[in-house]
């Protein structure tokens, strides 16, 4: 049987999305790689998706069926930035939101988000592509 290794001084979050592993134990993450968890469920949340709170998410990927162009990209900049600084504003501080595309492939937006983590002060910077 798989013994559990535990550091009191190390946290462990939930893995995004949820899985369990071989050994039937629930995986975990390293603090990075749950802020960054957090924020690709903001993205990729559809507001009215969660009962309890029927405002969370961003739904990045129905911009995929939404008519392109600089008023598209404007919009979705202004929704990705205002709700990571809503829901997340307490571990992040959003410094830039750059979305993209390439011209004749519109269908694939690129979305750039650079934060810092306010518990390290660490610059980080996340790419996902839609």
Known sequence: MAQIQTDPNSPRFMKYPYTVG???????TTADDHIRDLILQTLFTNPGERVNLPGFGVG???LVFEPSGDTLLATAQFLITTNLRQWLGDRIDVQQVTVTTIPGEEYNVTIEITYVKKATQQQQQLVVQV
Not at 22 to 28: Q, W
Request: proline content about 10%; overall charge neutral; hydrophobic content about 30%.
């Open 22 to 28: 071989g050994s039937g134990i629930p995986a975990t």
């Open 60 to 62: 990045v990927e129905r």
